[in-house]
Each structure stands twice: as C-alpha cells, then as structure tokens.
C-alpha cells in the first residue's frame, strides 16, 4: 500500500458488547459465507493481557446468528474443526491480499 493509498485508507470497524456489557472496537479484516454460515475474521483494536489478546497479532472468528428475538449478533465459533477450516479460508485471502500490494 503506497502513502496516497494509505491516506485514504478507511477500516471497517464494528462494536461488540460483551456479556458484561463492555464495549470493544474490531476492525473487520473479511468475511466469508461457508456451510450455511456467515463468518467475520475480526482484529481487535484494543489489548486484553489476561486473555492474551494482542491486537497487533490475533484476528478472531466469529459467526453472524440471531438471538431469539431475531436480531442479528456475532457470536465465537463452538466447532474447533470447522473454526480450523474457516481460518485456513481467511489466511488464504489474507496471503492473497499480500501478494497484490
């Protein structure tokens, strides 16, 4: 990405409340629909050492559901082995990203 490229360079950025109500900022890096799903790969904006969070390095997945009153949420991947092969998609795309700048 040159400097002009750059300047104008504007992130997606998405809020999520977590089951405490705390307000995080993610910067949705891509999504994928997969098997039925609509999958976000995330970059959190913030660091949470205790969970060993560090937004320079660690994306994480979540999948687009809805509540039972319908609304839609964002909510963590459950399935390890699907989890495995929807982040084998994102590092694909995320390479391939690479390759054109």
Same mark, same amino acid.
Request: net charge negative; charged share 40%; aromatic share 10%.
């Given at each position: 990405?040159?400097?002009?490229?750059?300047?104008?360079?504007?992130?997606?950025?998405?809020?999520?409340?977590?089951?405490?109500?705390?307000?995080?900022?993610?910067?949705?890096?891509?999504?994928?629909?997969?098997?039925?799903?609509?999958?976000?790969?995330?970059?959190?904006?913030?660091?949470?050492?205790?969970?060993?969070?560090?937004?320079?390095?660690?994306?994480?997945?979540?999948?687009?559901?809805? *509540? @039972?009153?319908? #609304?839609?949420?964002? +909510?963590?991947? %459950? =399935?390890? /082995? &699907?989890? *495995? @092969?929807?982040? #084998?998609?994102?590092? +694909?795309?995320? %390479? =391939?990203? /690479? &390759?054109?700048?």
């Amino acid at each position: 990405m040159n400097d002009n490229e750059l300047e104008n360079y504007d992130a997606d950025l998405i809020s999520l409340l977590d089951d405490e109500g705390n307000e995080y900022e993610f910067e949705i890096l891509d999504e994928i629909d997969y098997k039925d799903g609509h999958y976000y790969a995330l970059m959190p904006l913030f660091d949470v050492p205790e969970e060993g969070i560090d937004s320079q390095s660690t994306y994480m997945i979540f999948e687009a559901v809805e *509540d @039972e009153s319908g #609304e839609p949420q964002l +909510a963590e991947v %459950d =399935d390890d /082995d &699907l989890l *495995d @092969e929807i982040a #084998e998609i994102f590092e +694909a795309n995320f %390479d =391939d990203e /690479d &390759l054109t700048e």
